[in-house]
């Protein structure tokens, strides 16, 4: 929705001398201004959680500006911080905000049905900050015809005081992402500004004021403003490449897993390519060719590594003949470690593994050691870290991340392997899912499971963990009673403070496939 508000001028002359060095100053600083009630436009929009506020701003303020910032007010007793955020004089410029003396500002980060408080501040090259407050009243938020209560279920068990770490979560769904504050309240929707966009939705992260998402070989980026841009990032030396289930910050761009090749000889999900914003490929890691490479050069002659690393136009039985592709590592995370410089994978069907960054070496590997990569394979026993006593080895396992002290933190599913050869182990089956840290000393290839948290829950697929300043976020994708539960936990206590159930139903059109969650920091904003 565009809201117009109009600028009165009081006519104060400032006796304040600002030097003219450009062609964006001015000699007169600006005049005091007065924002009017709200009064809306007849071009309304059907954005609820986005507001164009449009007014008027003569030259005179628009060329000693030099930023202007919104800060949404929470709601009383809320215990998320303000959604805020700081345009640049360049940032307006560059995303086309202000012509013929109007200044558009996107505000975000409203709350659906609820007349919203928006404090505005104007900063100005001689130091002046002009300051209104305006009120913004929005409607409800609806998705296939359903209004996120029917869908979101929430369980608060805050006390007064609760202070958590963070304020917002990212939802990711097959139709695109959603902000969820961490008092159960949506605060923003990619849908609610560009209802095209989306589509299934199989990879996504926050990074750099914008979501990246996409499917094939497009990533898709979205502002929270709005702006939007569609990136088809380079296929590097394989001839066709698809985006599948996470993208992660990398050392000096951005991860992205992709299945490689096509047809008979397609590469299911073995592969991540570092990117820059413009899709440039900086570098990539074949990690079926890095494990093929490593059993044949460490192990007996005659071995066939591709019995394990079954790609497409390789022969798996050692018969003689190229066989079709098999999913046998179904990667499903992939982050770098900058305490080890070692980008780390999580192959659902194998284990997890990290291999150097830049020598593309094998490092060590934690996984159940009953599988077939273990049993029949010396090269890959020797590299398997010692898992100290009790402790639980990460099976079919999501979403790895290192957190603060340096350990590796993962979803730790559960779900034994799908696509072993005939006749070879799948490994242990579990039947409750477990939020798994581990202590790692790479070197001397030995680990410990130094926290298990359960929660009575079991999720075969999908799922993730995050946590900051002590507080964890836990995504349980799909639960076992089809639903899907997000909770944020005390790390120390493990008590949970937060859970929300998302319905899943033939009616929901898919927007509660909510397969992974994450920490995201909006609380500071900058469009520079």
């Given at each position: 929705m565009k809201t117009r508000f109009s600028i009165l001028f009081l006519g104060l002359v400032l006796l304040i001398a600002i030097p003219s060095c450009s062609d964006d100053t001015d000699e007169n600083p600006p005049v005091d201004v007065v924002i009017a009630p709200v009064t809306p436009r007849a071009e309304s929009t059907s954005s609820v959680f986005t507001e164009d506020v449009v007014f008027d701003l003569p030259a005179g303020n628009w060329n000693q500006l030099s930023s202007i910032t919104f800060e949404v007010a929470p709601k009383n007793g809320a215990l998320a911080k303000p959604?805020?955020?700081?345009?640049?004089?360049?940032?307006?410029q560059e995303k086309g905000y202000y012509s013929g003396g109007q200044l558009t500002l996107p505000v975000f980060g409203l709350y659906e049905n609820h007349s919203n408080t928006v404090s505005l501040s104007q900063s100005y090259v001689n130091g002046e900050v002009q300051n209104h407050d305006l009120e913004i009243t929005t409607g409800n938020y609806q998705i296939d015809g359903h209004h996120v209560d029917d869908i979101l279920v929430i369980t608060n068990n805050y006390t007064p005081t609760t202070e958590l770490g963070f304020s917002y979560i990212l939802l990711k769904t097959r139709k695109g992402p959603h902000v969820l504050d961490v008092d159960g309240e949506l605060r923003w929707s990619a849908l609610d500004l560009e209802p095209g966009l989306g589509g299934n939705a199989s990879a996504m992260m926050y990074y750099g004021n914008k979501f990246i998402w996409g499917n094939s070989t497009i990533m898709q980026m979205i502002e929270l403003d709005g702006n939007v841009r569609d990136v088809v990032y380079q296929t590097g030396s394989f001839n066709q490449t698809n985006l599948h289930h996470d993208i992660t910050a990398g050392r000096d761009g951005i991860l992205l897993e992709v299945t490689t090749g096509q047809g008979a000889n397609r590469h299911f999900q073995n592969t991540v390519f570092e990117v820059n914003e413009n899709g440039e490929i900086l570098k990539e890691w074949d990690f079926g060719q890095i494990i093929v490479d490593h059993i044949n050069a460490n192990s007996p002659i005659g071995q066939n590594p591709h019995f394990l690393v079954q790609d497409g136009g390789t022969d798996h039985d050692g018969d003689g003949n190229t066989d079709g592709p098999v999913d046998w590592c179904?990667?499903?995370?992939?982050?770098?470690?900058?305490?080890?410089?070692?980008?780390?994978?999580?192959?659902?069907e194998q284990f997890v593994m990290a291999v150097g960054y830049d020598d593309k070496e094998i490092k060590w590997i934690l996984g159940d050691e009953t599988k077939h990569w273990y049993v029949n394979f010396p090269s890959l026993q020797a590299l398997s870290l010692s898992l100290a006593a009790e402790g639980k080895a990460p099976i079919g396992q999501h979403s790895l991340t290192i957190d603060s002290d340096g350990n590796l933190f993962l979803f730790n599913n559960g779900d034994n392997s799908d696509n072993q050869p005939a006749g070879e182990p799948a490994g242990e089956q579990r039947t409750e899912s477990y939020l798994s840290r581990y202590s790692i000393n790479g070197p001397g290839l030995s680990a410990e499971e130094i926290q298990s948290v359960d929660l009575d829950q079991y999720s075969a697929r999908v799922s993730s963990v995050a946590e900051t300043s002590g507080y964890i976020l836990a995504n349980f994708g799909l639960a076992n009673d089809g639903h899907t539960y997000n909770y944020i936990l005390d790390r120390n206590t493990e008590e949970i403070l937060f859970?929300?159930?998302m319905?899943?139903?033939?009616?929901?059109?898919?927007?509660s496939e909510n397969w992974h969650s994450d920490i995201i920091d909006l609380t500071d904003i900058r469009y520079e």
């Open positions: 959604m805020k955020a700081t345009y640049s004089k360049s940032a307006l179904h990667m499903n995370s992939a982050i770098y470690d900058a305490n080890t410089n070692t980008i780390i994978i999580s192959s659902r859970m929300t159930r319905q899943q139903d033939a009616t929901d059109g898919n927007w």
